[in-house]
Structure formats: C-alpha cells, structure tokens
C-alpha cells in the first residue's frame, strides 16, 4: 500500500476512530474470464489505491477461466485476506448476472460499488476521485465514470491502437474513450464506473443479458430522473494490443448496442449505427450502381467521404502521437466498423429472426387449440 498521499488526501495512518467511522465503505467488482495475461496487474493496482484499506473490498467474480486466471485471483486473495475475495460462478450464463454477484457478495453497510475490468489497470487515486465525486454530488446524480486510455507504458502498434481509441472523430465523441470536458453522460462504462449502493441494489444488472448489461442499467436509471457525471480524471488504463484484440472488442461492441436497440426499441446514440450503416453502404450501394447507373456519383462520393474521414483520423493520431505508429490507424479504423458494424447486423438479424420463429410458433399452437 503507498505511503505517500495526494495533495488533499489524508494518509491511512492519519484516521482516528472518529474519521474512519465517517469513511465510505466500498465494494470494488471485478468479472474476469480468461484474463491470465492481464489479472496480476489489474489486482495489483486495486490493492495499491490511495483509498484507506479498511475502507474497501475487492470482489472478484470468475466466469469459468481455463487459463489459470481463478488460480492467480486466488493468489491474490491469500496476499490480501479480508481485502479480496474471488467467487467462481458454478453456471456461468450472461455478464449481467456475474455483475449482479458482486452485489450479492459485497460487504453490508456498502455506500458505493464500483467496477472496472480485468484487463485494465488503474492509477492509485482511481478510486478515491470516484468516491469524492460521487460524495460532492447531489442525490439525483447515481453514479460516475471516467474515460478508458492507453497504458502510459505501451509502445509501439499498443499505443497507436491507445491514441486511435481516444480520438474523438474515431469514437464518435464518447467521454469513456476520449477524456472530453463534459458533465453530463449516458452512463459509465463497466471498465470504469461507481454507482451508489442504494441505486444499484434498487436497479441492478439484469441477470438475463448476456452483453451490454451496462447499457441496460443505465438506460433504466436515466429513465427513473437520474444522472450520470463523467469524471475525467479517473482513468482506467486499457488499451487493445493488436488488431486481432480490436477486432474482438468492436464486434463485442457491435452485438451489445444491437442487444441494446431490440430490448428497448431505441439507440443509444445516434453514432452507433453509424459503423453498420457504413457497412451496408460499402457492400450494397456497388450493387445498387450496378443496376441503377445514374446513382453512381452518389457511390462515388460515399466513398470519397468514408476515406476522408479515416484519412483524418489516421493524421490526427500521427499528429498528436509524433509518429509514423499513428499510420497504423488507417488499417485500425477500417477493420473497427466492419467489425462494429458486422457484429451489430449479425446481433440484429439472429434477434430478428428468433422473434419472427417465435411468433411463428405462437401463431402454429394457437391455430392447433
């Protein structure tokens, strides 16, 4: 645990009784799956935060890792007893209900849960700027988060992908990837969020909802009157370290905001159903030219704007970068909305299909009875 604390902060050593009664009690989730790369440091971070010890737990909750991740999170645990604990789920089924074991599983008295991934890792004051801005902030404001950004240590293609990902022409303007000077947010990512406990028991994850559940919930919340503020000072550090992990991310991306529009018949921004509408664009508007050649200057020029905005892209990363990595952004920025945009009409067309059978189905007994 470090000694030194940040200006304005009070050591762990320096609490009477008195002030430590006054502390926030915190339950810090953590889901992971198959994150042996990645877990040591994540935990590491945890158990380094400025935020008194006795103040805060760790809950981490294994999806049925085959890679030696539950065994390094157990490593952990005897490192740190009464501090970590790691739970196996015995059927694990969706994200949301992992998420919802962090709950179950938390402390009593909890005043505030927060979560980030098992991939990131996090600066010693992560938690501690979640907690005071969750404690400044009125009743009807349920929790916080902050922006997801490259490791300071990553070089190379990791930290071109970094710079790429918090570019704000590549993210569409989102605050949990670029650290944006904005209040006010649709809600914190999982990677990097708090919410107060009273709200989060009165919502909850919804244990049903295999990806995208942090959409869900905080869709619910906005929809009770309640907000969110973005902090940005509170960085999760993550970063994709090649474009094979990109691709995975983006495609997950993709399914969960369509996971998101066919629950609740809405986007959640208007920016994500750009990537698949650039993708029908890319594959159908040839063919459309093909049968209707008067429309293909209109083609033409869907094309020219889409490589106008990757080249911007690509020279602004290698601007703010000074360097020819930011060039890796060209490849970056394709293979992100075809990915994006794949994984989001793959989500829509199963969904729509499995509505349709059912229906079906419905019909079909129905008519038997």
């Not at 979560?115 to 009743?139: H, K, M, Q």
């Amino acid at each position: 645990m470090r000694m030194d604390a940040l200006p304005g902060t009070t050591l762990i050593s320096e609490f009477s009784n008195e002030s430590a009664a006054s502390v926030p009690l915190v339950t810090v989730g953590v889901i992971v799956r198959n994150e042996a790369a990645t877990i040591a440091e994540t935990l590491q971070t945890l158990l380094e935060q400025d935020y008194p010890a006795f103040a805060f737990e760790i809950v981490v909750v294994d999806g049925g890792s085959n890679d030696g991740t539950y065994e390094l999170a157990k490593d952990f645990e005897k490192i740190a007893p009464g501090r970590l604990r790691v739970i196996r789920e015995r059927e694990p089924t969706s994200y949301g209900k992992a998420r919802s074991l962090v709950l179950s599983y938390g402390q009593p008295g909890v005043r505030y849960f927060a979560f980030t991934d098992g991939d990131c890792s996090v600066p010693s004051n992560w938690l501690r700027v979640l907690v005071d801005t969750l404690e400044s902030e009125e009743a009807n404001v349920a929790g916080c988060g902050g922006p997801r950004c490259a490791h300071p240590k990553e070089t190379g293609l990791a930290l071109a992908l970094g710079y790429y990902l918090a570019d704000p022409l590549a993210t569409g303007m989102n605050p949990g990837f670029a650290a944006r000077k904005v209040r006010f947010t649709r809600g914190p990512g999982n990677y990097n969020a708090a919410y107060r406990a009273e709200i989060f028991k009165r919502f909850r994850y919804d244990p049903v909802i295999r990806i995208g559940e942090d959409l869900d919930l905080n869709y619910r919340i906005r929809r009770a009157g309640l907000q969110f503020v973005q902090v940005s000072t509170a960085v999760a550090h993550h970063g994709s370290r090649s474009f094979k992990e990109l691709r995975t991310q983006m495609s997950g991306y993709g399914h969960a905001k369509a996971a998101f529009l066919m629950r609740n018949r809405r986007i959640d921004h208007f920016t994500s159903v750009v990537p698949p509408v650039l993708v029908l664009g890319i594959t159908l508007l040839p063919l459309v030219a093909s049968i209707y050649p008067k429309v293909s200057w209109a083609v033409l020029a869907f094309y020219v704007a889409y490589a106008c905005l990757v080249f911007c892209i690509t020279c602004s990363v290698t601007w703010r970068m000074r360097s020819f990595w930011g060039l890796a952004c060209l490849p970056a920025a394709i293979l992100t909305h075809l990915s994006y945009g794949i994984g989001f009409l793959a989500e829509t067309t199963v969904r729509l299909f499995r509505s349709a059978a059912a229906s079906f189905l419905g019909r079909a007994q129905k008519k038997q009875y």
